[in-house]
């Protein structure tokens, strides 16, 4: 099996910052691309950043300069620091992951993490 397991979530004012972490466990062979999507009250889960294994990054439009993702390989982690946070960046976060499990080399599959609230309110 493999898991996904979010952290750092909570209650926030505007202006300030959060990090989040993803970690991956599991019978892991290898991790492609992670990333942290966003679910908003009533809207669809959007993609904020995702980040390669070769360490390439994408970010939304509406957090470009304000948010940044990274990994740790060796930890097999994804941390998104959330820096100067806005109402509208309040909803569930989660973690999403590309990856090889060791009974499955050859094949590429898709994990999802059961989310972590973010709100930003004052």
């Known amino acids: 099996q493999v898991q996904l397991v979010e952290t750092g979530g909570g209650l926030v004012q505007p202006g300030g910052s959060l990090r989040l972490s993803c970690a991956a466990s599991g019978s892991i062979f290898s991790i492609n691309d992670m990333g942290w999507y966003q679910e908003a009250p009533g809207k669809q889960r959007e993609l904020v950043a995702s980040?390669?294994?070769?360490?390439?990054?994408n970010y939304a439009d509406s957090v470009k300069g304000r948010f940044t993702i990274s990994r740790d390989n060796a930890k097999n982690t994804v941390y998104l620091q959330m820096n100067s946070l806005k109402p509208e960046d309040t909803g569930n976060y989660y973690c999403?992951?590309?990856?090889?499990?060791?009974?499955?080399?050859?094949?590429?599959?898709?994990?999802w993490g059961r989310g972590t609230q973010v709100t930003v309110s004052s």
């Open positions: 999403n992951a590309h990856i090889r499990p060791t009974w499955l080399r050859l094949t590429v599959n898709e994990y």
């Open positions: 980040i390669t294994s070769g360490v390439s990054t």
